[in-house]
């Protein structure tokens, strides 16, 4: 028989939850996020509000999936199960102004949340690319978030003037409410499981404004 979306995305959340407790329940971010994630109800009633859609960033997507298997096995296994069942999206609405490279190399989708297989109780989980050699602008937010990096190196800085931190394939990354930070790619695209734990309808700021600065613009170091 067939698996229902409904049941790759019990298994996609239960192998994230595996994951962690195995090999970062210690770390940062993550009792707050296996939190969320084991009080999330996971009704098996109706039909997502969805269908299926895929994003020109998803050309990535292959790549990622196969750096995910690396980090942890079975989620990547479970994740290229429902992955292409999903429905990602290739902007967020509140990115200002974003330029079309950018655009057809930043995707991202929710298995928990608004517009997800499950709606959520103010948390969001899902998926995100950011394709190669594209700058993610400094930015902030009133939710706390969590990052499990599966593909890299990327780089992430978290304030404006701030030194770049590299990011490797496996590392884990909170950042806390309202803690700036920005990502940029290099050779390869970032792919990556996010979470938004809690004041997921708050506000979301671009740092330094307007898009004064083109998103796939790289900083100046």
Same mark, same amino acid.
């Given at each position: ?5 409904? %049941? ?14 195995? =090999? ?9 996020? *296996?939190?969320?994630?084991? =009080? /999330?109800?996971?009704? +098996? #009633? ?5 269908? $299926? =859609? /895929? ?14 298997? /690396?980090? &942890?096995?079975? !989620?990547?296994?479970? !994740? ?9 999206? =290739? ?13 057809? %190399? @930043? ?10 297989? @499950? ?5 969001? *989980? ?6 190669? +050699? /594209?700058? @993610? $602008?400094?930015?902030? +937010? &009133?939710?706390?978030?969590? @990052? ?8 992430w800085r978290f304030a404006v003037d701030a030194p770049w931190n590299v990011k490797l394939a496996g590392a884990l990354q909170w950042n806390q409410a309202h803690l700036s930070h920005a990502m940029q790619t290099g050779?390869?695209?970032?792919? #990556? ?21 083109? *998103?796939?613009?790289?900083?100046? +170091?």
């Open positions: 028989m067939t698996a229902s979306l409904f %049941d790759l995305a019990d298994q996609a959340l239960d192998a994230v939850i595996a994951g962690l407790e195995a =090999r970062h329940a210690e770390a940062e971010g993550v009792a707050e996020t *296996l939190a969320c994630l084991k =009080r /999330q109800e996971r009704p +098996h #009633s109706g039909v997502p509000g969805f269908s $299926p =859609r /895929q994003d020109p960033a998803c050309r990535h997507l292959d790549a990622g999936l196969a750096a995910a298997r /690396q980090v &942890d096995p079975d !989620l990547g296994a479970a !994740l290229e199960a429902i992955a292409p069942l999903l429905d990602w999206h =290739r902007i967020p609405p509140h990115v200002p102004r974003p330029p079309e490279p950018f655009m057809d %190399d @930043y995707a991202y989708t929710k298995i928990v949340g608004p517009g997800g297989v @499950y709606p959520g109780d103010d948390f969001m *989980l899902g998926l995100f690319i950011i394709g190669p +050699h /594209q700058f @993610y $602008p400094d930015h902030l +937010h &009133d939710a706390p978030e969590f @990052y499990w990096l599966f593909s890299g190196p990327s780089n050779e390869v695209a970032l792919f #990556s499981l996010w979470a938004w734990t809690r004041d997921i309808a708050g506000d979301f700021t671009i740092v330094g404004a307007e898009g004064k600065a083109p *998103l796939n613009s790289p900083p100046a +170091h």
